[in-house]
């Protein structure tokens, strides 16, 4: 399975980004997808995650209310709509799959990694 995360850059305070991540080799419906974000000095951290069927989300309480997770089955793709981003949301963002997740927040649960986009956010 490969995963191919984009969309990430330099934005002000207040603003948006929509990071977008492709994945190829598998059937992608049957993976829970997730987003995780490592900013420098500081260990991988969850943000998002959403099941095979859309039918539930969870997201770290630091994004809840900013951030939505979607998926398109029909285009192998999971989103991070990320809105009134703060300077402390800067860090690189990662976009995984899990094939039996149960521990969303848990990094060691997702099988695949895609290989991160930065995420810069200027005060």
């Known amino acids: 399975v490969q995963l191919q995360a984009s969309g990430g850059g330099l934005v002000q305070a207040g603003g948006s980004l929509r990071l977008s991540c492709v994945v190829s080799?598998?059937?992608?419906?049957?993976?829970?997808m997730g987003w995780f974000c490592r900013a420098p000095g500081r260990e991988r951290e969850f943000v998002a995650a959403?099941?095979?069927?859309?039918?539930?989300?969870y997201y770290a309480d630091s994004v809840k209310g900013r951030f939505t997770i979607s998926r398109d089955n029909a285009k192998n793709t999971v989103y991070l709509q990320m809105n009134s981003l703060r300077p402390e949301d800067t860090a690189v963002y990662y976009c995984?799959?899990?094939?039996?997740?149960?521990?969303?927040?848990?990094?060691?649960?997702?099988?695949?990694w895609g290989q991160g986009t930065q995420v810069t956010v200027s005060s």
């Open positions: 995984a799959a899990a094939l039996y997740g149960y521990r969303l927040q848990v990094p060691g649960e997702y099988d695949y």
């Open positions: 080799g598998r059937t992608f419906s049957n993976y829970t």
């Open positions: 959403i099941s095979r069927t859309v039918e539930r989300t």
